[in-house]
């Protein structure tokens, strides 16, 4: 193993078991009500009666889910069970189907709109739980989920997927993801977070079908489910919808003059206005639409994509500092840069530099990742208190305005740069 990339597993484990995993469990555990609370501010101060996000909770899911597959310890498997039984408890709308965007401290629900980025998360933590725990429950409702997705937020005429609905499925007039967004009704970042999720289901569901056949290819890193039968039929529409969303982040959401996603988009996939660059996105993009192509295990798909896959994450280092960080985004039309260093985005950085390290050998980007990664070890790591700081300003001074945890601060980008590197090493 290349002594480098053993050094970053070994301090990465240590930072998701002894930094983020233990915060969230020492720390925001809701004996009260039930869950996690869904609050801790910047300067530590924890709100337990905070509403309680969609996405905050299936991010939980997936994280606890994904260090119990690959660390096999216990009481990560306490800490995920506890976030599904919550979710299915609280946030399935077992009336219309879906799930709420938020519910309050006390678990009733509180913003009732279906946004498919919420329903995704969702696919992504269930089918994570199944993979771990072979759970029928958890893979049910995926693809309950999946159903609700493909039957509500597909467009048949014009391809891709909407927003948002009400909570009956209806149409809805601001399908923004949060206030800093534009109303459009199809994104990039929806769609980012739907691949996502049907990479997640597809590989559950192969995985399965491995188990049932007794051809299990380890190839797929799984901890294989037990006792459970997918029809065929399930596994191949699944499989399309993949392929599907792969060809739309190639042919629509792609820049094909900078390589770079674009952000927003009309029905018919009229490029929103505004020349806007989000590198944490790029950078993110490149990897999860590899994983996508990887799973899909199409030598074709495969030859098309990768060229893209290394394109994208090359006009990411726009964002790059001399530092290793990267910055958030830029609006071209303004000239306003968002030169803040998050979180999420160095998380994504490390993993997206890694895999084309990985893949196509390329030094340099090993070299970006372990830049990266030392970065995140000086600046953004709250040793003393647990987890991660929101972000530093580009002035170096640390961010503690926005969230320690909360609707957007959860243990997914972070735990999951740790696992990607721990499971690829």
């Known amino acids: 193993m290349n002594g480098r990339v053993d050094i970053m597993k070994r ?38 009666e905070a509403e309680k996000g969609a996405i905050l909770n299936a991010r939980i899911l997936w994280a606890f889910s994904a260090a119990f597959r690959v660390l096999k310890h216990p009481e990560y498997l306490e ?25 309050d401290y006390e678990g009733n629900p509180l913003d009732t709109k279906k946004q498919f980025y919420a329903i995704g998360f969702m696919i992504y933590g269930l089918t994570e739980y199944a993979r771990a725990t072979g759970d029928r ?17 597909f467009d048949s005429e014009h391809n891709g997927y909407i927003e948002a609905c009400t909570r009956e499925w209806g149409e809805i007039a601001d399908m923004r993801l949060s206030d800093l967004d534009a109303n459009y009704p199809k994104s990039q970042n929806t769609h980012l977070h739907i691949i996502e ?8 569901l192969k995985e399965v079908q491995a188990q049932e056949s007794c051809d299990y290819v380890p190839a797929l890193g799984a901890v294989l489910p037990v006792g459970i039968s997918v029809p065929q039929q399930t596994i191949s529409e699944v499989e399309g919808a993949l392929r599907n969303l792969v060809d739309i982040f190639t042919d629509k959401i792609l820049n094909q003059e900078t390589n770079h996603l674009d952000l927003f ?23 999860l639409l590899h994983e996508a192509a990887l799973v899909l295990g199409d030598q074709q798909v495969l030859n098309k994509v990768e060229p893209i896959v290394q394109a994208v994450a090359q006009a990411s280092a726009k964002g790059l500092r001399p530092d290793g960080s990267l910055i958030h985004e830029a609006n071209l039309d303004t000239g306003y840069v968002d030169d803040d260093l ?23 980007a090993l070299n970006r990742a372990e830049k990266c990664w030392h970065y995140i070890k000086k600046q953004l790591i709250d040793y003393e208190h647990g987890e991660w700081y929101w972000s530093r300003h580009a002035n170096g001074l640390l961010n503690t305005t926005d969230d320690k945890a909360g609707f957007w601060k959860c243990p997914y980008h972070n735990s999951r740069m740790c696992l990607e590197i721990i499971e690829r090493s």
């Open 197 to 204: 999720p049907y990479t997640n289901l597809l590989r559950c």
């Open 79 to 103: 800490a995920a069970t506890r976030a599904k039984d919550y979710i299915i408890e609280h946030f399935i709308d077992q009336e219309y189907g879906g799930v709420y965007w938020s519910v």
């Open 342 to 364: 998050h979180w999420w985005v160095q998380a994504e950085n490390v993993v997206g530099w890694y895999n084309i390290w990985q893949h196509f050998g390329d030094e340099e």
């Open 137 to 153: 429950e958890a893979l049910d409702y995926a693809l309950d989920l999946y159903d609700c997705i493909e039957e509500h937020a």
């Open 11 to 48: 301090e990465m484990q240590d930072v998701l078991e002894n930094n983020i995993l233990r915060f969230w469990l020492d720390q925001m555990m809701d004996y009260e009500h039930g869950g996690f609370y869904g609050r801790m501010d910047g300067e530590g101060e924890l709100h337990p």
């Open 265 to 287: 988009f009309g029905m018919d996939w009229t490029r929103g206005a505004g020349h806007l660059e989000s590198y944490g996105h790029d950078i993110e993009c490149s990897w």
